[in-house]
């Protein structure tokens, strides 16, 4: 929940991974209707817990990338966060990259730091 005094005060904002995700009827993609919905982006919404509308997002596209061929460009599916800040603007990690953004409420980029740490698994994978 965004803290009181912040922009956004009240609403949620929440770091939504992608990949897999979801329950429904089962279908030739899901047989057992599990992961059933399959978007290869993460996106970060904060909303209005009372009326659920969605208020501000960061998708890829935002960010100017095409869907769906660059969309992968903001992707992690797991180890990720977004927080408001003081100013207004948000910072996003993107876990599994090692990178993190401070984005303005226009989606203009303002921070990125990349970390320079890594190693790979077995696979020759990188992993932060």
Avoid: C
């Avoid at 909303?47 to 890829?60: A, H, S």
Wanted: glycine share 10%; charged share 20%; no cysteine.
């Amino acid at each position: 929940m965004i803290p009181k005094g912040l922009p956004g005060e009240g609403n949620l904002l929440v770091f939504d991974n992608g990949g897999w995700a979801g329950y429904g009827v089962p279908n030739p993609g899901s047989k057992n209707g599990s992961k059933n919905a399959i978007r290869d982006y993460s996106r970060v919404i904060e909303f209005n817990p009372v009326t659920l509308e969605i208020e501000w997002q960061v998708t890829p596209k935002e960010l100017g990338h095409a869907i769906p061929t660059d969309a992968s460009k903001f992707y992690s599916p797991y180890v990720s966060s977004a927080q408001r800040l003081p100013n207004g603007n948000t910072l996003i990690d993107e876990g599994s990259d090692g990178r993190l953004i401070e984005v303005t409420k226009d989606h203009e980029i303002v921070w990125e730091w990349i970390s320079p740490y890594y190693t790979h698994n077995e696979e020759g994978q990188k992993i932060i």
